[in-house]
């Protein structure tokens, strides 16, 4: 739980945190995902808060969809994160150095964390069948926000994407 806390720290609340999954024989180049900003925008807008733009923390299937994401938030004026950017902190590295877990299980389980911990949670998935990664946010976010309400049917959005087929958006 202090590692927990001092990553959130980090981040700052409340955040809207996306996830995208790609199907693993996909090979992105770096580009921007435009309607993935626009949702990002939307989702922060509905938070109503005090603050313009609260800030986004972003993982993906894909490192390189993850390092160019960020930098597309970040050019568009929003604040970012992702779990790279986390673990270069000094404060983080030292406590995860002292875990006695492998390096890709600890970081697997942060990235669902933390995903799992926005106040909004957006959810894409770029493949034809479900990402094991995003039911086990979905259940993770219903366990620690349990008197929000389950999502809607309205909530799940599909759009068309020429190169893959079905796009599906999931927020909650």
Not at 143 to 170: C, E, V
């Amino acid at each position: 739980m202090a590692l927990q806390q001092i990553i959130l720290n980090h981040i700052g609340q409340p955040y809207v945190s996306a996830h995208v999954r790609y199907d693993d024989r996909f090979r992105r180049r770096c580009s921007s995902e435009p309607k993935l900003l626009d949702w990002v925008r939307q989702e922060q807008e509905s938070l109503n808060m005090n603050m313009p733009h609260p800030p986004v923390y972003f993982a993906s299937s894909s490192q390189t969809s993850t390092v160019c994401n960020r930098q597309f938030f970040e050019h568009a004026g929003l604040q970012a994160f992702t779990l790279n950017d986390l673990l270069v902190k000094e404060d983080v590295s030292q406590m995860l150095s002292s875990i006695k877990v492998p390096k890709e299980i600890m970081y697997l389980i942060l990235d669902q964390l933390l995903v799992s911990r926005g106040e909004k949670v957006i959810l894409n998935n770029k493949m034809p069948q479900f990402s094991t990664f995003q039911m086990v946010v979905r259940v993770r976010h219903s366990r620690m926000f349990p008197d929000k309400p389950p999502p809607r049917q309205g909530s799940f959005r599909r759009n068309s994407t020429p190169l893959l087929g079905k796009d599906f958006y999931f927020v909650f």
